[in-house]
């Protein structure tokens, strides 16, 4: 890989929430991005491939893979909103062969557009909340995420981001 080349992360789960967070921060990084989810659109951005498909069927895998690897020549990263339970086995020891690094985030209660609003109501809430008190934003999920890609030594860890509720 070049100066002048991007450097490429696999986001699945990439339309909305979590992923679409996580699609838009790699992109303001300078990374090139391939964002996979069920409902994805084409994007107008030349350096965001998408593609469309269930995760955990072994053809979408090998499309994201493959595509990933005809559009930009490689990927660095892979991220997965549901964890590597839900992509397929293949998939992951296809990241780790070519040697992208894996690691992963356990969020705590976070407030996606995914739930209604009024699930994060107080009330709603009662005996759910974590030590910090507060529910969880896309934004922290995407802080530690960024993270994990900035610690060059890090690979292969679970970052638990649950405003304390594991401590």
């Known amino acids: 890989m070049t100066e002048t080349e991007p450097k490429v992360a696999i986001i699945t789960g990439g339309s909305q929430g979590i992923g679409a967070g996580l699609v838009d921060a790699y992109r303001q990084r300078g990374w090139a991005v391939v964002a996979n989810s069920l409902s994805i659109k084409p994007s107008k951005d030349p350096d965001i491939l998408t593609v469309q498909g269930?995760?955990?069927?072994q053809a979408t895998a090998d499309r994201i893979?493959?595509?990933?690897?005809?559009?930009?020549?490689?990927a660095l990263t892979a991220l997965t909103k549901g964890g590597l339970a839900a992509v397929t086995k293949s998939l992951a020891v296809e990241y780790a062969?070519?040697?992208i690094r894996v690691n992963a985030v356990a969020p705590g209660i976070t407030q996606t557009?995914?739930?209604?609003?009024?699930?994060?109501?107080?009330?709603?809430?009662?005996g759910k909340l974590p030590p910090l008190g507060?529910?969880?934003?896309?934004?922290?999920?995407?802080?530690g995420i960024l993270y994990l890609e900035s610690a060059?030594?890090?690979?292969?860890e679970?970052?638990?981001?649950d405003g304390g509720r594991t401590a």
């Open 152 to 156: 060059s030594y890090v690979t292969g």
């Open 134 to 143: 507060r529910v969880g934003q896309v934004s922290d999920i995407v802080d």
């Open 65 to 74: 893979m493959s595509q990933a690897l005809d559009r930009f020549g490689r």
């Open 113 to 126: 557009p995914l739930q209604p609003p009024e699930s994060y109501t107080p009330g709603a809430l009662v």
């Open 54 to 57: 269930d995760v955990s069927e």
């Open 97 to 99: 062969s070519r040697g």
């Open 158 to 161: 679970i970052l638990y981001i």
